[in-house]
């Protein structure tokens, strides 16, 4: 296999070696224990969480991988495998799907070299092969489900060498924490219940690899039409003259983002490190939508963290289960059969827009850098920017979104609603589908949408507004005794007449 410079980026990432011209595994051991694996616990002698927590010690010694698991760890691996998990269970997962992920290793020098053979082909004259897309960097990555499964496999048995992650603004991709964090004390369901999420799926791929695709793409919010046609980065005043009509919106009391069934980009209220805390202990809107779609877990090894005027588009990422509860509450609840079409590429029609908002902004977020950085972190999530590839064909594909950044960031979920509204509406999406979760703050939504609409302003017009209530908001702060009015009830009382 010929040297390439997409390859040369991800290279000290991966746990293998170019030997010759072919991707290998560097150690022969490591072969024969994944040989041994793959024939089952008689062969291998892995039939415990106990001996899996010794053998995955084993398999990182062998490939000299420098940084330690921690004991909590290891003791993580073998509390889930042999008390958290049925007997019925764990012996499937021993005599079935550890061998088949066993074999999926040993395939994933192989199944990288055809992911690189087949990458210049996928869509003439743009890059699709795996490589680290770093910040101020547009880029598309397209991934067999196969090959995630092999990825993820190496996650599982924390393969991947990890010292110049942090360095490079690179997340953690090894399952150590997930399962490292089982141990900690306190109530520990939540955590256990993403881990069983993560195993389900691995019992899906045992039975039967996905035959499709998914696409990771790191947008960047450069240049967008102005009022005058020309193109600019959108400031103030590419806001304030916005002449775009507002889009329709739908406002949902009830009822999941991921659970909606028209096409619209999913959001994802991220952190700037793609997957938040996922595979540590963390357990609200992004991290759950990581175990129940794992294969969003890939693009954590490529993708670094995400700049002011960027965000993240996952195409694809199927849906392995269902769940119930939020946070501490949360629970695995069975098999999800995802019924999503696929594109001409492969892909499942599910589209995930990663934004990350302001964390704890205080008052700060009224202040007119940070509605623009906002308003632009959004749009920046909404628009198509890929259409000059033709790779995709969204006409009629809205958002479905909710109170981005306003839980444990502290955001106003008024004012980031009215934000996502004016992005949603200039990136010419034909609607936004609102969900409030159920929001006090957000009870009379629907009264401000049609008001609003009622009145025929543009986008450029609820821009002025917000400003002006922001303005307002940040002199009253100065004033501690001033009752604050929030901007629903700002706009109803000042624009009814």
């Known amino acids: 296999m010929e040297r390439r410079e997409d390859l040369e980026t991800i290279l000290a990432y991966l ?29 291998s002698r892995v039939d415990s969480g106990q001996t899996l927590s010794d053998s995955i010690s084993d398999m990182r010694q ?16 073998a509390l889930y495998f042999d008390e958290k998990m049925s007997k019925e269970e764990s012996s499937r997962w021993f005599n079935e799907v550890l061998p088949a992920m066993a074999c999926l290793l040993l395939r994933f020098p192989s ?39 092999a990825l ?33 004390t306190g109530r520990n369901e939540h955590q256990e219940n993403k881990i069983r999420c993560i195993t389900h799926y691995f019992q899906r791929l045992s039975s039967c690899i996905p035959p499709g695709f998914v696409s990771f793409e790191r947008k960047i919010l450069s240049s967008v039409q102005d009022p005058s046609g020309l193109e600019a980065f959108p400031d103030e005043v590419f806001w304030s003259t916005s002449t775009v009509n507002l889009c329709p919106v739908e406002v949902h009391t009830c009822g999941l983002i991921e659970d909606q069934s028209v096409e619209a980009l999913e959001v994802d209220f991220a952190n700037k490190y793609l997957g938040g805390g996922a595979l540590r202990k963390g357990c609200v809107q992004e991290e759950i939508r990581f175990m129940i779609n794992p294969e969003l877990i890939a693009g954590m090894l490529f993708l670094p963290a995400m700049e002011a005027s960027e965000a993240i588009e996952v195409v694809g990422a199927e849906r392995f289960s269902h ?24 892909r499942r029609k599910t589209r995930i827009i990663a934004i990350d908002a302001l964390r704890h902004p205080g008052i700060s977020q009224y202040k007119p850098e940070c509605l623009l950085r906002e308003a632009n972190k959004a749009l920046c999530g909404f628009l198509h920017v890929c259409k000059k590839h033709c790779i995709d064909h969204e ?66 017009e609820v821009w002025m507004k917000l400003v002006e209530y922001s303005n307002q908001r940040l002199r009253s702060s100065k004033k501690r005794r001033e009752p604050k009015v929030g901007l629903f009830d700002w706009l109803i009382s000042t624009n009814s007449a």
């Open 323 to 346: 769940y119930t509860g939020y946070s501490s509450s949360f629970r695995f609840s069975g098999d999800c059969i995802d019924t999503k079409e696929r594109d001409i590429y492969g």
């Open 152 to 184: 993820l496999s190496c996650s599982f048995f924390c393969l991947f060498p990890v010292d110049d992650r942090g360095s490079n603004h690179l997340p953690n991709i090894n399952f150590d924490k997930l399962f490292g964090n089982l141990t900690s």
């Open 15 to 43: 746990p293998l070696e170019i030997q010759g011209s072919s991707l290998s595994w560097p150690s022969s051991h490591l072969v024969e224990v994944l040989e041994a694996l793959t024939k089952g616990p008689s062969h």
């Open 62 to 77: 062998s490939l000299s991988l420098t940084s330690h698991l921690s004991y909590s760890a290891l003791q993580g691996y």
């Open 111 to 149: 199944l990288l070299e055809l992911h690189y053979l087949n990458s210049d082909n996928i869509i003439n004259g743009v890059e699709t092969g795996l490589r680290v897309i770093g910040s101020n960097k547009a880029g598309i990555v397209f991934l067999s489900q196969e090959l995630i499964g």
């Open 395 to 460: 006409d009629g594909v809205g958002v479905a979104t909710g109170n981005w950044g306003c839980g444990a960031y502290g955001g106003d979920p008024e004012i980031k609603s009215v934000l996502q509204w004016i992005a949603v509406s200039q990136a010419r999406r034909p609607f936004m589908s609102y969900y409030t979760f159920g929001f006090e703050a957000l009870h009379n939504l629907n009264q401000v949408t049609e008001l609003v609409i009622s009145k025929g302003w543009t986008v450029g």
